[in-house]
């Protein structure tokens, strides 16, 4: 093992990054909320402000993704296409398989200039997560509680608010509704057997209601679908520990972008078209199974310089004064206070180890593992 390496993998470093994440995160959180009072005169100069804060957070994990573990990612798409991207609003259609799936998906937001912006339909429970959570509050991120009849007239109102949002955006959604297991693929299965529909090797049952509805709310405002396939190279089991212990993983994704136009209005037709859509994208995974490429010419947008200046400039801001601390504390050699620093950084540790957890698929919900009737859908 080489020296970075070892270095990579050092609890110390993790500390360390978690500190800065942790600590930071919670202070522009709380710019965050001094933006309120600014919503008051100008609405559209707060989302503006927020937008470049929410970068500050964000960009941090992108930057330990891109610069700390090194990790590729490549770009299947058209070259006609790719002139458009970052510059006209998208929804973004994305399999759910991987705990880092987001985490590349951000990736490429910053590398095409919207990852302040990027909006996703995400579960109810992480709007809960300090820092990411409290972060897309302000962000107007579209939560949901995976319960249509409580979340048809909220999902609703919130991507109305998204009409006159004032800087490019793609919309994240994981029509599949939960991360791929086998379990969750074998009830799934029985409901498309159930309803007549194709069975799927590589993918969950998309759920339509929440496409449909963000196709009919934002349609007008956004111009095209982005259906997106995301693989790791040589079975590659990504992990944010991974990540953060330094480890390098190949990231492929590919990219297929779809005029608006061409998505039914009408809700069964839109719901067919995308079972449709989810049979290509199955027969696309048999394909990278088989081949481990995608079709199509590739790129690899680089990765940004500034990402690693904002990790440096936040470092700067929280570790000075955690060392001017730590020297206080040390040099008073009062026992009492080095308990409550071993104590604090303890919590800062279990805290960041908990975020971690949340993207952990072992400990994901129990959504989707069964069929279910309605109105109990097993939701945690
Ligand atoms: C150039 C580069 C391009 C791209 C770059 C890529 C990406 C970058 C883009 C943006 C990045 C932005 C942000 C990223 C950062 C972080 C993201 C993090 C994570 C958040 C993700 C989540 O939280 S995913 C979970 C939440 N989201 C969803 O669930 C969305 C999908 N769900 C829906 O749409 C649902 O319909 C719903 C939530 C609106 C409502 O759900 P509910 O369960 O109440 O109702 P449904 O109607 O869906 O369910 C009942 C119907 O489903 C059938 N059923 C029952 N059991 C199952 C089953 N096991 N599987 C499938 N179907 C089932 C049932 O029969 C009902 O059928 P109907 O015929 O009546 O519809
Ligand atoms: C700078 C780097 C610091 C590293 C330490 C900080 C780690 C920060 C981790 C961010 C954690 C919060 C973001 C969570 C995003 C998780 C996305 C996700 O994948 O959610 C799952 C849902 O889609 C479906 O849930 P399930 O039904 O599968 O259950």
């Given at each position: 093992?080489?020296?970075?390496?070892?270095?990579?993998?050092?609890?110390?470093?993790?500390?360390?990054?978690?500190?800065?994440?942790?600590?930071?995160?919670?202070?522009?959180?709380?710019?965050?909320?001094?933006?309120?009072?600014?919503?008051?005169?100008?609405k559209?100069?707060?989302?503006?402000?927020?937008?470049?804060?929410?970068?500050?957070?964000?960009?941090?994990v992108?930057?330990?993704?891109?610069?700390?573990?090194?990790?590729?990612?490549?770009?299947?798409?058209?070259?006609k296409?790719?002139?458009?991207?970052?510059?006209?609003?998208?929804i973004?259609?994305?399999n759910?398989?991987f705990?880092?799936?987001?985490?590349?998906?951000?990736?490429?937001?910053?590398?095409?200039?919207?990852?302040?912006?990027?909006?996703?339909?995400?579960?109810?429970e992480?709007?809960?997560?300090?820092?990411?959570?409290?972060?897309?509050?302000?962000?107007?991120?579209?939560?949901?509680?995976?319960?249509?009849?409580?979340?048809?007239?909220?999902?609703a109102?919130?991507?109305?608010?998204?009409?006159?949002?004032p800087?490019?955006?793609?919309?994240?959604?994981?029509?599949?509704?939960?991360r791929?297991?086998?379990?969750?693929?074998?009830?799934?299965?029985?409901?498309?057997?159930?309803?007549?529909?194709?069975?799927l090797?590589?993918?969950?049952?998309?759920?339509?209601?929440?496409?449909?509805?963000?196709?009919?709310?934002?349609?007008?405002?956004?111009?095209?679908?982005?259906?997106?396939t995301?693989?790791?190279?040589?079975?590659e089991?990504?992990?944010?520990?991974?990540?953060?212990?330094?480890?390098?993983?190949?990231?492929?994704?590919?990219?297929?972008?779809?005029p608006?136009?061409?998505?039914?209005?009408?809700?069964?037709?839109?719901?067919?078209?995308?079972?449709?859509?989810?049979?290509?994208?199955?027969?696309?995974?048999?394909?990278?199974?088989?081949?481990?490429?995608?079709?199509?010419?590739?790129?690899?947008?680089?990765?940004?310089?500034?990402?690693?200046?904002?990790?440096?400039?936040?470092?700067?801001?929280?570790?000075?004064?955690?060392?001017?601390?730590?020297?206080?504390?040390?040099?008073s050699?009062?026992?009492?206070?080095?308990?409550?620093?071993?104590?604090?950084?303890?919590?800062a540790?279990?805290?960041?180890?908990?975020?971690?957890?949340?993207?952990?698929?072992?400990?994901?919900s129990?959504?989707?593992?069964?069929?279910?009737p309605?109105?109990?859908?097993?939701?945690?």
């Amino acid at each position: 093992m080489g020296l970075l390496s070892t270095l990579k993998s050092l609890f110390i470093c993790h500390l360390i990054i978690g500190y800065v994440f942790l600590v930071s995160g919670l202070l522009i959180n709380l710019l965050q909320v001094c933006t309120l009072p600014v919503g008051l005169v100008s609405k559209q100069l707060a989302r503006r402000i927020n937008i470049r804060l929410g970068y500050c957070i964000a960009s941090q994990v992108v930057a330990v993704l891109e610069w700390w573990s090194g990790t590729e990612c490549t770009l299947y798409t058209d070259p006609k296409s790719y002139p458009l991207y970052g510059k006209e609003n998208a929804i973004v259609l994305l399999n759910h398989n991987f705990e880092i799936d987001f985490l590349c998906g951000w990736t490429f937001c910053e590398r095409f200039g919207v990852l302040g912006s990027s909006k996703v339909l995400a579960k109810q429970e992480l709007a809960y997560v300090p820092v990411i959570g409290w972060m897309w509050y302000f962000l107007e991120i579209v939560f949901c509680k995976r319960k249509w009849e409580e979340d048809r007239r909220l999902v609703a109102q919130s991507l109305q608010n998204l009409r006159d949002y004032p800087e490019n955006y793609w919309f994240l959604l994981f029509c599949e509704g939960t991360r791929f297991t086998p379990e969750k693929h074998q009830a799934s299965m029985q409901v498309a057997e159930s309803k007549g529909l194709p069975k799927l090797k590589y993918h969950l049952l998309p759920r339509t209601k929440g496409f449909w509805m963000t196709v009919q709310n934002l349609r007008g405002t956004v111009s095209a679908v982005y259906d997106s396939t995301l693989n790791f190279r040589d079975n590659e089991t990504p992990t944010m520990l991974g990540v953060l212990n330094g480890k390098k993983y190949h990231a492929d994704l590919y990219v297929r972008r779809i005029p608006l136009e061409l998505i039914p209005e009408e809700e069964k037709e839109c719901a067919a078209w995308l079972h449709k859509l989810y049979q290509e994208k199955d027969e696309l995974q048999g394909a990278y199974e088989k081949t481990g490429l995608f079709p199509g010419p590739k790129t690899s947008p680089p990765r940004q310089l500034r990402t690693l200046m904002n990790w440096l400039f936040w470092s700067c801001v929280v570790l000075y004064p955690l060392g001017l601390m730590l020297t206080h504390v040390i040099s008073s050699g009062s026992a009492l206070t080095i308990i409550a620093a071993v104590v604090v950084s303890s919590a800062a540790s279990v805290a960041v180890r908990w975020m971690i957890g949340q993207t952990e698929i072992g400990k994901g919900s129990k959504y989707g593992n069964r069929e279910v009737p309605p109105n109990t859908n097993g939701s945690s």
